[in-house]
């Protein structure tokens, strides 16, 4: 009979049982959400990566999958461009990718409505108990439940995601809805912005029900913005008052702050941008930075964000939940092998991520304290770290012995 793995958490890291799947296991997703999670979620870029891992679940990548841009450009404030030089990236949409792996699962293999509590496990299997009394006993438990991971609170009960000083404020327009100059100018490209101390960058998705047709796509804004702690909390207010300090549902956030964040738009942005801003519904997500210790305890794996939150810079998180999907694999192999590999492995890719970030984060800092990668933020530094992402991925994975895996 296969052996049993049960996967806490059904995003993107659930990625891991399809994978699971294909190397003889019978894998069960348990997702705490009472319902599926399709139309949440909005851009998310891609790397080859991710592509092959998708591939080897058996999902085609083909052209509904995502956009492909051919042209980065970095805008001013009256919207010149100041940069132009091709590229050749595929931006998808969270909702996309999620639709597929759901589909591509046996529905009796993905539960919804069930959220773990706690683990017990003993020398001959693990057993995850559930919020709603049930439990399911397995042989192996892969903790793919995110930046909050109740699984490796059990474990690493002290190891807490950090705020990294910023947040995203990210917004959605649909194509049909897009002003017709900004249309024409970005909304093919691969389009930057640097107001002082911030950046933005925006790019086509597919469209609200993963369309990759022209005129049924999306425009997907990432703004990223200093917030130091107290203003975090006023944003994160609603208007009766109540602080949603772990997260703020879109719908809750006060309309003075949409009201002000709107009004920054027009100021600091170039007209293009500014436009399919005021558009649209923006909502803010704050951007953490965090590395789990450890990966591996008795018959429980860490994977995905409950591992290592890989910041948005590297526009990798689904991309390294894939790679540790695919190490995942080679599960038989032991726990302590794959945390061996997959540790320094999530080091490395949140090392590129907080240089990337750097400048950002050190906005909130003096001046003369900031140091190299913080004080500095050119066109020429963007563009570069732009065209050169998925090479350094590519690196990481090539220094830590994943290559053979691609
Ligand atoms: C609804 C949603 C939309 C997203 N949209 C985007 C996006 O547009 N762009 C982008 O770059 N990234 C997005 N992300 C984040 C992205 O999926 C991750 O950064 C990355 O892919 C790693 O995924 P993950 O599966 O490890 O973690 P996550 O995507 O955070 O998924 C964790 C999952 O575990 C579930 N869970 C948590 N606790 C429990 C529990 N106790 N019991 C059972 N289940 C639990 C959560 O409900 C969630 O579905 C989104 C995540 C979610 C959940």
């Not at 699971?20 to 139309?39: I, M, P, Q, S």
């Not at 529905?107 to 919020?131: H, W």
């Not at 994160?236 to 009201?259: C, F, K, M």
């Not at 429980?300 to 790679?323: E, Q, R, S, W, Y």
């Amino acid at each position: 009979m296969a052996r049993r793995a049960l996967v806490i958490g059904g995003s993107l890291g659930g990625l891991a049982a399809h994978l699971l799947h294909r190397a003889g296991w019978h894998a069960v997703v348990f997702e705490r959400n009472e319902e599926a999670l399709t139309g949440r979620g909005v851009g998310l870029g891609t790397h080859p990566q991710l592509i092959a891992t998708l591939r080897r679940a058996g999902i085609a990548f083909d052209a509904t999958m995502g956009i492909t841009v051919a042209k980065v450009v970095c805008l001013d404030r009256n919207g010149k461009s100041m940069v132009e030089q091709p590229t050749a990236r595929t931006m998808s949409a969270w909702s996309r990718l999620y639709r597929a792996l759901r589909d591509a699962l046996p529905a009796q293999d993905y539960r919804l409505g069930k959220k773990l509590r706690r683990i017990e496990q003993d020398a001959a299997s693990v057993t995850a108990i559930f919020e709603d009394g049930t439990s399911e006993r397995g042989d192996l438990l892969v903790g793919a439940d995110g930046i909050r991971s109740t699984v490796r609170a059990q474990f690493l009960p002290q190891a807490q995601p950090v705020y990294a000083g910023y947040v995203a404020w990210r917004a959605v327009l649909d194509e049909a809805r897009a002003p017709r100059e900004a249309h024409r100018d970005i909304f093919e490209l691969y389009t930057f912005c640097l107001p002082e101390g911030e950046q933005l960058l925006g790019y086509p998705v597919p469209g609200r029900d993963g369309d990759t047709v022209p005129g049924r796509r999306r425009y997907n804004i990432v703004w990223y913005r200093p917030v130091d702690s107290s203003a975090l909390d006023e944003i994160y207010t609603d208007t009766s008052g109540q602080l949603h300090s772990g997260g703020i549902a879109p719908s809750l956030i006060r309309n003075e702050v949409i009201a002000r964040v709107k009004a920054d738009a027009e100021a600091l942005l170039a007209p293009q941008l500014a436009e399919i801003f005021l558009r649209s519904e923006p909502f803010f997500q704050p951007i953490f930075d965090f590395e789990s210790p450890a990966l591996a305890f008795g018959r429980v794996a860490l994977t995905g964000d409950a591992a290592f939150v890989v910041g948005p810079h590297v526009g990798a998180g689904a991309t390294k939940a894939a790679i540790d999907a695919r190490a995942g694999e080679d599960v038989a192999a032991g726990l302590v092998r794959f945390e061996s590999v997959q540790l320094p492995f999530g080091r490395d890719m949140v090392a590129l991520s907080r240089q990337q970030g750097a400048y950002l984060s050190a906005q909130l800092k003096p001046v003369a304290q900031r140091q190299g990668g913080e004080l500095r933020r050119d066109v020429e530094a963007l563009r570069h770290a732009h065209g050169t992402r998925s090479d350094q991925i590519g690196d990481i994975v090539a220094a830590r012995g994943l290559e053979a895996y691609f």
